[in-house]
């Protein structure tokens, strides 16, 4: 400021010194005038390039100036900077907010004052049926038209949220979307949406299973308590007395065996996916499977004319079959259930075919075909749901408990397997394990050669053991 004090004045004493000597006093004061002029002229051109690059708005343009101006622009320039590095500090943080938002499993909707969409998450769009880009600025209820939503939105009762269908729902595969509305700001709205289809299916199994359960074991315990009743009101001879007895006996071990596969279910959910540390021969865990099945076709067709024909195909010698790594008591327990399925729902001289053979890729299949009724396409989905039956009154005579398959579904997944079923109505069905080969292990401790594409060896009656 001094400086350009000072050479206001030196300019001033030139051209005052100047006029002097060129035209005297009246000279002198010529040259103090236009030496005014001359400076408030040069120091207007320069504060209107000051104020044309500040209207311009750009840092970088600013003019290359020196003394107050220069000051002026350098300092402007300065601020700027800063309040453009603010600028983009603060697009960046939004950023991130709204990145951060997208991330949310939840749906996230802005609202104006007029219900309007100033901004969404994809997982809204998606739960709403909406566009993220398109749809801002339009009316929410235009594009939500649920009436329960529309309800909700104009009460003003935003303590609870409702659950409305969401796009694509069906009764067959239904889609349930929750939302909460939360007023903020002046007027603006925020809503929270969440797919709870997942949720509100759990809740339902959890009523039915503890329906079902409720169910499986009241029948039995009536049962038994009217036998109790009787034996204890009723003068009964030792015939009688035995055949009720035997009667409760066969109720009391029909609820043990549900009580012991829920047991067993629960351990399979609760129990980490068993390692393949323990190894176990093929051979004697399929023979004792047979085994087993051949102890219950005599018993369901106990008092018919025919038996059930158990075939094994082929039947390679126990060395040859291998060993497959998990924990055995699973293991047992899905290829029991199967064949025992398989005997249960198979008419009395009906046909079962057992096969275990390995795939070119090295895995393992164990298959179980009967010559039973068969099943329609709408049931296999459910089948490996809990207490889900075709035919409740034929599985309480052959004594199921509508467990057997859950428990199959979940010793696959455990072991990284794969069950697949299936069925034609009339022509039977094919229930299968394929287990992954870095579970099978060949008889001299390496992986199985691929088996041949040969056909099958006869089949052999079910009298027959797996060993020659």
């Known amino acids: 400021m001094l400086f350009r004090f000072f050479s206001f004045l030196m300019l001033q004493f030139a051209s005052a010194l100047a006029g002097w000597w060129l035209g005297g006093r009246w000279g002198a004061l010529a040259g103090l005038a236009l030496a ?4 408030f002229t040069l120091d207007l051109l320069r504060g209107a390039r000051v104020l044309r690059w500040l209207k311009q708005g750009e840092a970088s343009g600013a003019p290359a100036l020196r003394g107050l101006w220069g000051e002026v622009s350098d300092r402007t320039r300065r601020l700027l900077r800063q309040r453009e590095q603010q600028t983009q500090d603060s697009q960046a943080r939004l950023q991130e907010f709204l990145a951060a ?30 566009d993220a880009q398109r749809d801002v600025l339009q009316q929410i ?8 939503f529309a309800a909700y939105y104009t009460g003003g009762d935003y ?4 659950t409305i269908a969401g796009p694509g729902s069906t009764p067959s595969r239904p889609i349930r979307v929750s939302i909460h509305l939360h007023p903020y700001g002046e007027g603006r709205k925020l809503l929270l949406s969440r797919d709870v289809t997942a949720l509100e299916q759990a809740e339902a ?26 034996l204890r009101t009723l003068p009964l001879n030792e ?22 596969d829920l047991l067993t279910l629960s351990r399979l959910e609760g129990r980490p996916p068993p390692g393949a540390a323990e190894w176990t021969p093929v051979h ?28 094994f195909d082929p039947a390679p010698s126990p ?19 199967l064949l025992n399925n398989a005997v249960r729902y198979t008419p009395a001289g009906g046909v079962i075919e057992v096969q275990w053979r390995v795939l070119p890729d090295g895995r393992a299949e164990f298959s179980v075909k009967d010559s039973g009724p068969g099943i329609a396409p709408e049931h296999i989905p459910r089948l490996t749901e809990r207490f889900y039956r075709i035919d409740r009154s034929r599985s309480r005579e052959t004594g199921g408990t509508g467990l057997g398959l859950a428990i199959v579904k979940h010793v696959a997944q455990r072991h990284g397997a794969e069950l697949r079923i299936d069925s034609t109505p009339g022509l039977g069905s094919t229930f299968s394990i394929i287990f992954p080969a870095s579970r099978i292990k060949g008889p001299g401790g390496e992986a199985p050669a691929p088996a041949p594409a040969a056909p099958p060896v006869a089949a052999r009656p079910a009298t027959e053991s797996l060993q020659k």
């Open 319 to 337: 060395r040859s079959m291998g060993e497959i790594a998990g924990a055995p008591n699973e293991l047992h327990s899905a290829l029991s259930n």
């Open 239 to 260: 015939s009688e007395r035995g055949r009720y007895l035997a009667l409760m006996a066969q109720q009391s071990e029909r609820m043990q065996t549900l009580v012991n």
């Open 36 to 39: 005014g002029l001359l400076w």
């Open 205 to 230: 199994m959890r009523r039915d299973f503890v329906a079902n359960v409720s169910h499986e074991i009241r029948t039995p315990l009536t049962v038994l308590a009217g036998f109790v009743e009787t």
């Open 101 to 130: 938002i997208q991330a949310s499993p939840n749906g996230v909707v802005l609202l104006d004052k007029t219900g309007c969409i100033e901004w969404c998450n994809q997982i809204a769009a998606e739960q709403f049926g909406f």
């Open 284 to 311: 004697s865990l399929l023979e004792r499977c047979l085994q087993e099945a051949r102890t219950l076709s005599a018993l369901v067709t106990r008092g018919e004319t025919a038996g059930h024909e158990l075939r």
């Open 159 to 162: 303590a609870h949220e409702i």
């Open 141 to 148: 209820g235009n594009l939500v038209r649920d009436p329960a």
